[in-house]
């Protein structure tokens, strides 16, 4: 069983920057993707980011395009989601997510989901 722990949400003003953690332990399977996947109050899980294992497959939603990148550090079993130039309506709850397989865009195709952590940006 997959378990992943994201960390590093917080408060910051627009315009500012924050780095997401996600740790993942368990993992039995060799060929996989982890993912971001967001959700704002009263909305529905938004897919953010994916990343394949070998970091060479990376997709984004239109809305952080250039303002988002995933990175990982397999040997810490590691996955970053660094957020530059924040917008209040990246207000979310961020949560880090995987999938056996290759990348996928959409959010319900993720089977292993962490608990979240807080992103607010306030205007």
């Known amino acids: 069983q997959v378990q992943l722990v994201e960390s590093g949400g917080g408060l910051v003003q627009a315009g500012g920057s924050l780095r997401l953690s996600c740790v993942a332990s368990g993992r039995t399977f060799s060929i996989y993707a982890t993912g971001w996947v967001r959700q704002a109050p009263g909305k529905e899980r938004e897919f953010v980011g994916v990343m394949s294992w070998s970091s060479d497959n990376q997709q984004y939603a239109e809305s952080v395009k250039g303002r988002f990148t995933i990175s990982r550090d397999n040997a810490k079993n590691t996955v970053y989601l660094q957020m530059n130039n924040l917008k209040p309506a990246d207000t979310a709850l961020y949560y880090c997510?995987?999938?056996?397989?290759?990348?996928?865009?959409?959010?319900?195709?993720?089977?292993?989901w962490g608990q979240g952590t807080q992103v607010t940006v306030s205007s």
């Open positions: 997510a995987e999938r056996e397989g290759g990348p996928s865009v959409t959010a319900a195709s993720f089977r292993y």
